[in-house]
């Protein structure tokens, strides 16, 4: 699948998007205040969880090809607001400063060792970046002040799903399926499902008098949404459906070994 943003931008999206989660948290009266999207967390909870990850990854990163991830002490998180938020920042550095030093093509550990995405650090930036970026949303929810992600991250969001979350070899236990997501900025991307795994692609437009390949279900809104959708921040039924939605309630509770 072609990426649609090059790693220097990965890295700079990353520092946006942080820096945006930052200004949401300072916003809130508390950090005792809930995520309605993570309906678990306080926003300390939510700081905290982004926190710890950023730290986890740069270690991943800095050890390099691994079998298992590297070992990591419990960090001490502060819980006054300003001190909370500098260590953020500082952990963000600290990842942004891991995937520079590695650059993209070096490999390392990932969770996702039989998707279709590499075990690169290029990988790595991509999904970290959409983890800020939807938890910045979380946070902005959180405030009252939601916000949709920016179009380039978006629409990278929704490729880096497909191919690191959905696709695998773990065999699809349901009658074989084909699934479009078309976003209305003119991109579709597809899964297809069977005793094989999943498989994702993002598909080129149509050349007039063509008959492409009929998906069993399709879904359609602005690539925003669909990240939102596919992360589980907003409901089926606030995307544009054709076809057989059962295949996408047999998706969401899908869990491939």
Known sequence: MDKTLEFADLLRLMDERS?????????????????PTCPEWTLFDLVQHLGEGRRRWAAI????????PP????????????ALLAWFAAATRELLDALREAGPDRGCWTWWGD????????????????QV????????????APQPLPDEVALDGVDEFVTTCV???SAWPHEPAVVDYHATEGRTWRLWFSADGARAARLPTPVAGERPETAYVSARGTAN???????GRIAMDSLELDG??????????????
């Open 167 to 169: 696709a695998t070899t």
């Open 19 to 35: 820096t945006a989660f930052r200004a949401a948290v300072a916003t809130a009266p508390s950090l005792d205040v809930r995520v």
């Open 115 to 130: 998707s279709q995405s590499p075990q690169t650090a290029e990988a790595v930036a991509r999904h970290q970046l959409q």
């Open 61 to 68: 990163v800095a050890a390099g090809p691994a079998d298992a």
């Open 225 to 231: 949404e669909l990240v939102m959708f596919c992360y």
């Open 244 to 257: 057989d939605r059962r295949v996408f309630d047999q998706l969401i509770a899908w869990e491939p070994e």
């Open 133 to 144: 970026a939807v938890h910045t949303y979380d946070a902005q929810v959180a405030v009252g």
């Open 71 to 82: 070992e990591m002490t419990a960090p001490e998180v502060p819980r006054e607001r300003e």
